[in-house]
């Protein structure tokens, strides 16, 4: 679990084909790996990936063909910049929203403009997903946790103050960028706990 607070920006250093997937390299920048070992999760730019090997300031993990194709890794290339986090330890303080790390879905950018201090975004998400986005409410853009301003049918806007402009890469969004979109999984389990109810009341 993670909680979408970012606490470094990395880049990919390599990509090497493998399984039909790929091995990705990824060099942690200031992120302090001296106590991650193999099998801790790594949230990616918002993609939970798993440290196979660790050398120093990089980590490897390998990347299925399936996470390739629902989010944006399968575009990256050596130099792509990354948000990072390591998964939230016990008794650490929840700075976001809990974030899971699995990536449901690839949004785009199709507006950007300042608004005083901050800059407004607008992201067109998959139709699927616009249901579990509401305003106020929180989603993870390319892992960094953000409150929805306004939503209008599959379209929803955010604000990136400069802090999160200074230390993730979504002040380098531009629009018809992609980014990787994980919707509130509370807004998951609220709709399952509702269709499970509804199927109760029609078999009574």
Not at 21 to 28: D, K
Not at 44 to 61: R, Y
Not at 63 to 89: C, D, H, I, P
Not at 114 to 119: F, N, V
Request: hydrophobic share 40%; aromatic share 4%; net charge negative.
């Amino acid at each position: 679990m993670f909680t979408g607070i970012i606490q470094a920006i990395g880049a990919v250093r390599a990509i090497t084909p493998k399984d039909g997937g790929v091995q990705l390299t990824i060099e942690a920048g200031t992120l302090d790996l001296k106590n991650t070992a193999i099998g801790d999760s790594i949230c990616v730019s918002g993609c939970c990936l798993t440290a196979t090997h660790i050398d120093g300031s990089s980590f490897t993990a390998d990347v299925s063909r399936a996470t390739l194709e629902v989010t944006t890794l399968g575009r990256w290339r050596a130099g792509t910049r990354v948000n990072l986090e390591k998964a939230l330890g016990a008794g650490q303080p929840l700075g976001g929203h809990f974030v899971s790390g699995h990536v449901d879905g690839v949004a785009r950018v199709v507006a950007s403009e300042e608004d005083g201090h901050s800059r407004r975004l607008t992201l067109e998400a998959p139709t699927e997903l616009a249901r579990y986005i509401a305003r106020k409410g929180s989603v993870t853009v390319d892992g960094v946790s953000l409150t929805v301003n306004e939503v209008d049918v599959n379209r929803f806007t955010v604000n990136l103050i400069p802090h999160t402009l200074a230390v993730t890469t979504l002040g380098e969004c531009r629009i018809g960028c992609l980014v990787n979109l994980e919707v509130d999984i509370i807004a998951r389990y609220l709709e399952r706990l509702l269709d499970q109810s509804n199927e109760q009341k029609v078999t009574r």
